[in-house]
């Protein structure tokens, strides 16, 4: 189970990679920065142990406002990219 939750640690982390890398704009700033934090956490989690299941927990819901905000930014590349 152990190896189970640690595979999806690593998966958390690079999914929140990829969410930080398509957000990385001034109109995201504060998200870019919880993203950053999730990231640092996730890498110590996985590194030395460092966490709870409410870190994770904590991890992962940054996680989702993350994955959230990328229709909206999808629209905005959709709608920059028309004109």
Same mark, same amino acid.
């Given at each position: ?5 640690? !595979?999806?640690?690593?998966?958390? =982390? $690079? +999914? ?5 890398? /398509?957000?990385? @704009? ?9 993203? !950053?934090?999730?990231?640092?956490? =996730? $890498? +110590? ?5 460092? /966490?709870?299941? @409410? ?29």
């Amino acid at each position: 189970m152990e190896t189970h939750r640690l !595979d999806l640690v690593r998966d958390s =982390l $690079e +999914l929140l990679r990829q969410v930080r890398a /398509g957000i990385a @704009n001034d109109s995201a700033h504060g998200l870019v920065i919880s993203i !950053d934090a999730a990231i640092v956490r =996730l $890498e +110590l989690f996985l590194a030395e142990g460092v /966490g709870d299941r @409410n870190t994770v927990l904590d991890i992962l819901q940054v996680l989702g406002q993350g994955l959230a905000a990328i229709p909206g930014i999808q629209r905005l590349i959709d709608m920059f990219t028309d004109q």
